[in-house]
C-alpha cells in the first residue's frame, strides 16, 4: 500500500504541469475524455488479456456513476480550469479532497468519527497549503465559472471515491478502473463536442510538447495513477487514500521550480514540510503497545497465571448409594 500512495502522489503531482503543456493546443475537455477513454481501453483490454472476467451490464451504471464524478466533475473540471490558472494554483484546489472525504465518509449513519490525529493531520496539511499560497505560486483571480468549477471539481472526486467501494463493480480492481475511466472519458467528449470543442481540434496543430504531455497523462497518470487510486480505496480509509492530494501540491511546486522556472523559497519548503506530516498523520497508522517482555503466553491445556486449579476428576461426582446413611426412621412416643 505505501508504493501506491507514493505512486498517486508523485504521479499525479506532476499531471497539473502536464495537463497546462497539453492543452496548448489540444481543447481541454476533449483532452481530458479521449486521456481517460485511451487509458481505459488499454487497462480494460490488458485486464481481460490476462484473464479476468468481463463485467456485468448492470455494472456500468456505478461505473459511470463513480467514473463521471471523479474523472468527468473532478478531473475535466480541472483541465478546463486550467486554461485561466496556473497549474500550481491549480494543484492547490484539490488539497480539499481530504477534508470532503472525511466529511462525507463521517456523514454517514453509523460512521465511525475520525480521530484526533486524523484531525490534526488534515490541519497541518491545510495550513501547509495556505502557506504555499504566496512566494512560490502568485493566486490568479479566476473568473466566477472558473472558481465555482475549482471548488466544486474536488467535492465531486471526493464524493466519487466514497462511493466506489460501496458499489457494485467488477472484483478485478483493474477492470474496475478501466470502466471508470471509459465511462468518465466517454462523458467528457460528450461534454466538449457540445460546447463547441470539436471544431478547435486538429491534429496538425497538435505541437510535440502537447502530444508528450497528452501521453505521459495516459500512460502514467491514467494508467498507472488511477490504477493505484482504485487499489488504495479498496484497501484503506477515505481519510487515508485522501491524503494523496496534500503532496501534490509539493510535486507541482518543485515541479514547476525545476521546469517551468518559478521561485522555490524557504517559506516554500517549510510549508512542504507541514504538507508532508499531515499527510503522515493522516495515512500512518499507529504502532500498537508492546507486549511486556515477562509477560508468556499459556501453552496448549497449560491454564494462565492466577488461575485457580480446578478439582480432580470425580471430585464432584456423586457418593454411591451404599455409601449414603440411611434415613431414620421417626421415633415413636413411649406410652
Avoid at 109 to 130: D, K, N, Q
Wanted: proline share 10%; charged share 10%; with cysteine.
Amino acid at each position: 500500500m505505501p508504493l501506491a500512495f507514493l505512486a498517486v502522489s508523485l504521479i499525479w503531482g506532476s499531471t497539473f504541469l502536464g495537463i497546462r503543456v497539453a492543452i496548448a493546443t489540444i481543447p481541454p475537455l476533449l483532452m481530458a475524455g479521449f486521456r481517460n477513454v485511451a487509458a481505459g481501453a488499454i487497462l480494460y483490454g490488458a485486464a481481460r488479456a490476462f484473464g479476468a472476467a468481463k463485467p456485468e451490464p448492470r455494472m456500468w451504471w456505478p461505473a459511470l456513476l463513480t467514473g463521471g464524478l471523479m474523472l468527468g466533475v473532478g478531473n475535466g473540471g480541472i483541465s478546463w480550469a486550467e486554461l485561466e490558472v496556473p497549474s500550481g494554483l491549480a494543484a492547490l484546489f484539490p488539497a480539499a479532497i481530504p477534508a470532503w472525504m472525511v466529511a462525507l465518509e463521517a456523514a454517514r449513519p453509523g460512521a465511525a468519527r475520525p480521530s484526533r490525529r486524523v484531525l490534526l493531520g488534515l490541519v497541518l496539511g491545510f495550513l501547509g497549503i495556505a502557506a504555499m499560497v504566496g512566494p512560490g505560486l502568485r493566486p490568479v483571480a479566476p473568473g466566477l465559472l472558473t472558481a465555482v468549477v475549482l471548488l466544486l471539481a474536488p467535492l465531486c472526486w471526493a464524493a466519487g471515491s466514497v462511493l466506489a467501494p460501496r458499489s457494485k463493480l467488477p472484483h478485478s480492481l483493474a477492470v474496475t478502473a478501466a470502466m471508470q475511466m471509459l465511462a468518465g472519458g466517454a462523458g467528457l467528449v460528450v461534454v466538449g463536442f457540445a460546447a463547441g470543442e470539436g471544431p478547435r481540434l486538429s491534429l496538425a496543430a497538435v505541437s510535440s510538447a502537447s502530444a508528450a504531455g497528452f501521453l505521459w497523462l495516459v500512460l502514467a497518470g491514467s494508467v498507472v495513477g488511477f490504477s493505484a487510486y482504485a487499489y488504495l480505496l479498496r484497501h484503506a480509509s477515505p481519510s487515508r487514500v485522501g491524503a494523496y492530494a496534500f503532496l501534490n501540491p509539493v510535486v507541482a511546486l518543485f515541479l514547476g521550480w525545476a521546469l517551468a522556472g518559478e521561485q522555490l523559497t524557504w517559506v516554500s519548503l517549510a510549508a512542504g514540510a507541514l504538507v508532508v506530516a499531515g499527510a503522515a498523520l493522516v495515512t500512518l497508522r499507529p504502532r500498537p503497545a508492546a507486549r511486556p517482555a515477562n509477560l508468556r503466553l499459556p501453552a496448549d491445556g497449560e491454564a494462565p497465571a492466577g488461575a485457580v486449579d480446578a478439582p480432580p476428576a470425580g471430585a464432584l461426582e456423586a457418593p454411591p448409594a451404599d455409601a449414603l446413611p440411611s434415613p431414620r426412621a421417626p421415633a415413636t412416643p413411649d406410652v
